[in-house]
């Protein structure tokens, strides 16, 4: 099956600053998402985004498929983007495979 | 409001013991899933169903059976409980099986001693 890595596994950063999340995935897909988890668990999509890229407020996202790669960007960011952020990946089935996740903690 | 409602949201149980764990979506999605949650691991494909009438095993299946009741409902069953499976079970669906408008329910925290 599809294998999933995400880097870095933990990031701190200070309000305001900008961040890039990676996404690795083993082989060609047709579904790419990412996610985020906030403190209290609740799991939010964020992009589907299996080629291209998208923009929504201070988040944006980038798939290269061919490199089998994705990105997500997060600009000014705030105390609210802390959390988990989960990468997922599937091709052509129901299934998707999620990473461990990038934990990112935004302090004031 | 609309969303994936989920029930029970803690549930502690003896090894053994059996218990459904309860999802229903008003979004009209097609297509529902289970997931556990486990430290360290991601979210794991427990099992799914496309659209109504269909169920399919996912990464993780063992130990769990699942009933689509109708379009709206999703239930996972525990028949005989065990340790490994205390975890946090997330609910979802989609619109299709292509993840457009994955949404997930608030989770049900399972603690198996």
């Known amino acids: 099956g599809i294998q999933v890595e995400q880097s870095p596994p933990d990031l701190i950063l200070q309000e305001g600053a900008n961040s890039t999340l990676r996404c690795n995935f083993s082989d060609s897909v047709n579904n790419l998402q990412w996610f985020h988890q906030n403190p209290w668990g609740q799991l939010i999509n964020l992009f589907y985004?299996?080629?291209g890229t998208k923009q929504n407020g201070r988040l944006s996202a980038t798939t290269v498929a061919t490199e089998r790669y994705s990105l997500l960007y997060i600009s000014s960011s705030q105390t609210t983007d802390s959390g988990v952020y989960f990468c997922a990946a599937g091709a052509g089935s129901y299934q998707l495979t999620f990473g461990k996740g990038t934990k990112l903690s935004v302090i004031p | 409001n609309a969303g994936v409602t989920q029930t029970p949201k803690f549930q502690v149980l003896k090894t053994g013991q059996s218990m459904t764990l309860q999802c229903a979506q008003d979004?009209?999605?097609?297509?529902m899933y289970w997931y556990r949650q486990d430290p360290g691991m991601g979210l794991r494909l427990i099992y799914y169903s496309a659209s109504e009438g269909t169920t399919d095993k996912g990464e993780v299946p063992n130990g769990y059976n699942v009933s689509r009741l109708n379009k709206r409902e999703f239930s996972l069953r525990l028949e005989s409980a065990a340790p490994s499976q205390t975890s946090v079970y997330f609910c979802?669906?989609?619109?299709?099986?292509?993840?457009?408008?994955?949404?997930f329910g608030s989770g049900t925290r399972l603690t198996v001693v």
């Open positions: 985004i299996p080629s």
């Open positions: 979004m009209n999605h097609n297509s």
């Open positions: 979802a669906s989609s619109v299709s099986g292509m993840g457009y408008g994955y949404t």
